[in-house]
Structure formats: structure tokens, C-alpha cells
């Protein structure tokens, strides 16, 4: 088992060990010892910019998914027994621990079905305080909040850009809450410049930085840091507007949050579950447990990528900001969209579903020219699979391999899964790789 011991104050951080990792929250890089690992560090400034205090809760929440963030990065699967599952034990200040320890198995439980790891929290007092915001908007930019109304994650992909708009195009005001990953910001600016109505901008990043070592890659509870911050926007939101709840949306199509494993050999490791209905309920119970004044919603649950594309509320908006999007999973490698992952394959499916002209660049534009390449076409055979199989297999227990589903939507949870193979099928057909 790995320890994580967090402090904002380096003092109070252990001496680094094979077993014990310090972390420092809300770092400042290169300040301070040499043996620690640092994130956060440009958190605090950016909740400043919303010129308001938001709850010591909703800022214990950032700090746990900082926390979790850090371990997710900083231990490596490749040293777990199995070479997968890894055992985290975090101890951690929060500014109101006592509301957190009645959640602590929750959070457990939770975290154990997002990423596949056993996880132990211990909370303690001492945790970083909620941010005396800004008052000088001449001397720091401060962030808009009049006039907001709702709270949407913003990642720069092809389904935060259509939330975005349809939020616009029905009237509504959003917080665009964005994870600012290295090179993802460029992508998201260039959506945002061109989006038509009101709205204001949250940028963030958690930015993580190990003092030593290589870090982990797989990044399963990177939606956990994304709802945090989102959750820190919407209670921002929420001072401004005296709303009772602030609506927090998670613009991610139905086929793509189910993330079924396409094959039995992808069933685990190969299938994530960052937005998965029953990990979003599961933090929507601990928001309300913790007072956290905001409502989850994915207003695509039971929509394919396609039918998002094709029902977007700007047509015309969307056909000129696509190019900017980013769906591919392995783009930051190359800095291009591969067009031959899974999820580049169902972008342009979607495309293609939706009647939209595709005009991005991919590294491989024809995805039949991979399929020889067996360094290259996993990802393709795979949903080849697939697609042969939904003639045969029953979706019921497949689609229930990825998660503990509602009974009352289950025949929806099928049916938007089953429109998803359809529209992977169709394009793969008119490719000649199927």
C-alpha cells in the first residue's frame, strides 16, 4: 500500500520514503523541500477570481479530488501487485472534517468503481480555508458572474461544445467550467470565441508535478477533479444568483458515459467509467450528504453522438466550430486526432450520422488502411467486433458489465447503446473496413 500524506504547508509533510509519497496542496513548484510532489498550485488564484466565498464544504470537495488526482498520477499501476489495482491510503487536512468522515466510505466506494483501485481516506483538521476572494477587479481579472444561471463542464471535445450551445441557443447563461490540461485550453478558446449568448469562463487546472519517478497515465478519476471544480463554479453561481440549486450539466453522449467494454478481453482496464450514470449518482449523493447546492445532469444520457450532432439547436454554429474540437484520445502524443481510436471512430461516425462535413485533419483518414497494421487497428478490430455481435448478444447483460444500472431507464440505456453500434456500423461500412 502506498501513503499519501497531504499539507498545504511543506513543514507539516513527512520525509519522502519508498512507501510514503508527501504531497504538497496548493504548491508553489520548486518552493520548499526537495522531496516533494506538488498540485494545486494555481487553484487559489483562480477561485479568487470569482469574487465571491464559496462554502468551506465545496472547498473541501476540490481538496479531496486534488488528493485523488495526485495519487491517480503519482502512483504508477505498473507497480501494483497485479500491475493494475493499487492500494492508496491518503491522509489529508480538510476545514471541516467532521462533515467528510460520515462520507468517507462513500467516497471509497465510489472511487473503488471509477478507477478500479482500493482507496482509504483519513481526514483530519487543519485543511486549507474557502479563499478570501478578489476585491480589486482593476488589479486581477475578475470572473463574471451576473446574470449566470447554470454550471457546464467545458472540456473542448465535440459533446462539451454542443452542451454549450444548446444551453445558448434555449436561453440559458452557463459558468463554462474548463479542465485547462496542457494544450487543451487553445481548442477550448476557440470554441468559446465563436459560441452566441451569455456566458462566463472557469479555468483551471490542477496541475501536477512529481518531485521524482515516472507518472501514471491512465487518468480514470480525472472526471472526479473536473465535477469539483465545477462544483466550486456552481456555488459561485449560486451566491450571485440566490438560486436554491444551481443545475451542473455534463454534456456527454449516452453511448460514450455507458462505455460497455466493445470486447470480453476490454472488459476492466480498457473501459473507463469517468462519467458512468451510476458513478455521477453516487457523487450527486455526496453533494447532497455535504450540502453541496447543485444538481448533476447529462442531458444526452439517451442520446447517441450522432443524434446530438444531428439535433444541435445551432446547426450552423456547430458545422463552423468543429474543426476545433478535440475527441481523440491519443491527440496530445502527436498533437492530431488519430481518427482510428475509439472515440475518434465515433466522433466521425457521429459526423457522418449527423450530416456534418468533417474537415479535420486526421493522421489516418481512411480507416481501412489500418487495418493490416497491427500495431495500429486494436481499436478498430475491436469495434468491428462489435458491431458483428449486436445481431447476436443480448445488450442487456453486456451494457450491465460496465455498471449497476436503474431498472426504471434500463430499456433506454440499451436502446441508446444499440443506436451507437448502428451509427459505428454505418461508417464503417461506408469506410470499406467492415
Excluded at 337 to 364: E, K, M, N
Excluded at 419 to 427: C, P, R
Aim: hydrophobic letters at 40%; proline letters at 6%.
Amino acid at each position: 500500500m502506498t501513503q499519501l500524506i497531504f499539507h498545504h504547508n511543506h513543514q507539516h509533510l513527512p520525509p519522502a520514503s519508498d512507501d510514503v509519497l508527501p504531497v504538497q496542496l496548493y504548491g508553489l513548484i520548486g518552493k520548499g523541500r526537495g522531496d516533494i510532489s506538488v498540485i494545486g498550485n494555481p487553484v487559489i488564484d483562480k477561485i479568487k477570481r470569482l469574487g465571491v466565498q464559496i462554502p468551506s464544504q465545496a472547498m473541501d470537495f476540490l481538496t479531496i479530488a486534488l488528493a485523488v488526482t495526485a495519487a491517480d498520477t503519482f502512483v504508477r499501476r505498473a507497480d501494483a501487485e497485479d500491475g493494475w489495482t493499487r492500494r492508496l491510503s491518503l491522509h489529508l487536512p480538510l476545514h471541516e472534517p467532521a462533515r467528510w468522515l460520515p462520507l468517507t466510505k462513500d467516497l471509497e466506494r465510489a472511487l473503488h468503481f471509477l478507477s478500479g483501485d482500493i482507496w482509504s481516506f483519513n481526514f483530519q483538521k487543519g485543511g486549507y480555508p474557502p479563499p478570501e476572494p478578489y476585491c480589486w477587479p482593476d488589479r486581477h481579472r475578475r470572473i463574471s458572474l451576473k446574470g449566470l444561471d447554470c454550471v457546464c463542464l467545458f472540456s473542448g471535445g465535440m459533446d462539451s461544445a454542443i452542451g454549450a450551445i444548446d444551453l445558448l441557443a434555449q436561453g440559458r447563461a452557463p459558468l463554462l467550467v474548463s479542465h485547462c490540461y496542457k494544450g487543451d485550453k487553445k481548442h477550448q478558446d476557440q470554441v468559446a470565441k465563436v459560441l452566441e449568448g451569455h456566458y462566463s469562463r472557469f479555468e483551471i487546472n490542477a496541475d501536477p508535478h512529481l518531485y521524482t519517478r515516472k507518472t501514471d497515465i491512465t487518468m480514470r478519476t480525472r472526471s472526479l477533479n473536473f465535477l469539483a471544480f465545477a462544483a466550486v463554479g456552481a456555488c459561485a453561481v449560486r451566491a450571485v444568483s440566490q438560486q436554491e440549486n444551481i443545475d451542473l450539466f455534463v454534456p456527454e453522449n449516452g453511448f460514450i458515459s455507458l462505455n460497455a467494454p466493445l470486447t470480453p478481453r476490454r472488459t476492466g482496464t480498457l473501459s473507463t467509467r469517468t462519467t458512468h450514470p451510476h458513478f455521477i449518482k453516487s457523487i450527486q449523493g455526496i453533494l447532497d450528504a455535504a450540502d453541496i447546492p447543485c444538481r448533476i445532469i447529462n442531458p444526452y444520457q439517451f442520446k447517441t453522438k450522432g443524434q446530438m450532432a444531428a439535433e444541435c439547436k445551432n446547426r450552423q454554429l456547430l458545422e463552423d466550430v468543429v474543426d476545433s474540437t478535440v475527441s481523440c484520445s491519443h491527440w496530445k502524443r502527436k498533437k492530431m486526432q488519430c481518427g482510428i481510436c475509439v472515440p475518434c471512430v465515433i466522433r466521425r461516425a457521429a459526423l457522418h450520422a449527423g450530416r456534418i462535413s468533417d474537415t479535420s485533419s486526421y493522421r489516418f483518414e481512411t480507416v481501412a488502411d489500418v487495418l493490416n497494421k497491427t500495431d495500429r487497428r486494436d481499436d478498430i478490430q475491436a469495434l468491428r467486433i462489435a458491431v458483428t455481435q449486436k445481431a447476436t448478444r443480448n445488450p442487456g447483460p453486456w451494457i450491465a458489465d460496465s455498471g449497476p444500472l436503474p431498472v426504471a431507464t434500463f430499456e433506454d440505456f440499451q436502446k441508446v447503446f444499440l443506436d451507437g453500434l448502428y451509427e459505428i456500423e454505418v461508417f464503417l461500412k461506408a469506410e470499406a473496413a467492415l
